[in-house]
């Protein structure tokens, strides 16, 4: 993999020293110019409505989007196409699954601990319209997931399993294929949060024989504003619509509906075609490359910021303490100084983006007493020299405030 021939498919980056040092890559990648093109070709080309009208420009858009949700499909093994629904993005994909499906007063829907809202949001919603009982998996202080703790919790009465696949504030995983085969020994439906994980490891939804698996394609290159939810056709079928609404009945009289088969069933109204077109692209983008090469790679950037800061008694990681297990994650806080303060003086100092806050996973930082962090976050276009540059100002941030 040759990062610096990958760094000139990226507009952003210009070859000169005023390159930004973009490190915010968990909330949402860069694109290249492949995406940037074939999402901009829909506009030039045939800016239509997919699946409705007749004419040429109608029936291209339609073609797109078929290859499109094809190419998804196949990147996750799913046994076919009508089992990917398009959303606007993760959370809501992961609405209309919480929201849609049957549950009942007294029913259990188990969580972690540490979900982004948008695994836990819907689900607090939903417990309080709809009476189900939410429990959680406790995780270690690092954030790790134990399967045993697991294990002592499930039960015939619990119906969801809704787990983040990797976390975003720690970068840590959880064995899925053995918390599906577990959750499925007692009847429950599996549902995986894969908004950190689909864009570095491979998914193989057949494999994993997990209920349904939702994941944002702006983490992976591609366009702002499209999310993927994978279904089992079964499942799909039995779930109701968030939305309801043109282009997904196939008849309504004033007093009856019919729904259309998947996907559109799922899919009202009209989609980010646009986005959809570029999605296909970052796919292609993503194999040409290859997810492990992907990963070696994010984890290499990681080791090299990990080693470098890890024995600065002003500077506090969050996580594991093994870069390994966090991905493409390095979270971590500088003794005395807020999160937000240190994301603005790196950006200030070196054009070094980072995340700072609580991440949308508030849940974390109230059970650790941690008022949030810093998250400098990597991806295919980042480099060792990128890395050095933030090893420096981070240093020179603690040297300067800690005392
Ligand atoms: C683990 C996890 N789940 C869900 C989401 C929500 O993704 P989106 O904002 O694309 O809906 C995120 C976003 O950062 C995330 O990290």
Redesign the pocket.
């Given at each position: 993999m040759d990062v610096y021939k990958i760094r000139r498919d990226f507009p952003v980056y210009t070859g000169g020293d005023n390159d930004p040092i973009y490190f915010d890559n968990?909330?949402q990648t860069l694109r290249p110019r492949q995406v940037i093109e074939a999402s901009t070709e829909y506009y030039l080309k045939y800016p239509a409505c997919a699946g409705r009208s007749v004419h040429r420009f109608a029936t291209e858009v339609s073609i797109r989007i078929d290859e499109s949700r094809e190419k998804i499909a196949s990147f996750i093994n799913a046994p076919s196409s009508k089992e990917i629904i398009f959303t606007k993005?993760?959370?809501?994909?992961?609405n209309l699954v919480a929201k849609g499906l049957d549950l009942k007063r007294g029913d259990i829907v188990l969580t972690t601990d540490i979900?982004?809202n948008?695994?836990h949001v819907p689900w607090m919603q939903i417990a309080r319209s709809k009476g189900i009982r939410r429990k959680f998996v406790e995780t270690s202080k690092d954030g790790v997931f134990d399967l045993e703790t697991f294990k002592a919790m499930v039960s015939k009465d619990v119906k969801v399993v809704s787990f983040?696949h990797?976390?975003?504030v720690v970068g840590t995983s959880i064995p899925a294929k053995d918390v599906i085969e577990i959750a499925h020994d007692y009847g429950a439906i599996v549902i995986l949060?894969g908004?950190?994980a689909a864009p570095h490891m491979r998914v193989d939804v057949k494999e994993l024989d997990v209920d349904f698996y939702?994941f944002?394609m702006?983490?992976m290159l591609g366009p702002a504003g499209v999310?993927v939810l994978y279904g089992k056709e079964g499942l799909l079928e039995k779930l109701d619509p968030l939305i309801t609404g043109g282009g997904a009945v196939s008849t309504a009289s004033l007093d009856e509906i019919e729904f259309l088969p998947l996907p559109d069933k799922l899919e009202s109204g009209l989609l980010n075609y646009s986005g959809i077109i570029g999605s296909s692209a970052a796919i292609d983008y993503i194999n040409k490359i290859g997810l492990e090469s992907i990963s070696e790679h994010v984890c290499r950037l990681n080791s090299k910021v990990t080693d470098s800061l890890r024995n600065d008694p002003a500077i506090e990681i969050l996580g594991p303490k093994d870069c390994r297990l966090r991905g493409n994650i390095f979270s971590f806080n500088i003794k005395g100084l807020g999160s937000h303060d240190i994301a603005m003086m790196l950006d200030q100092m070196k054009g070094i983006m980072i995340r700072s806050g609580m991440?949308?996973?508030h849940p974390f930082f109230l059970k650790r007493d941690i008022n949030g962090c810093a998250r400098a976050s990597f991806y295919v276009y980042n480099t060792l020299e990128e890395c050095q540059i933030f090893v420096e100002a981070v240093r020179e941030i603690a040297q300067i405030f800690s005392n």
């Open positions: 968990a909330c993005n993760c959370t809501e994909a992961l979900e982004h948008s695994n983040a990797a976390n975003n949060d908004a950190q939702a944002s702006h983490k999310g991440h949308c996973a």
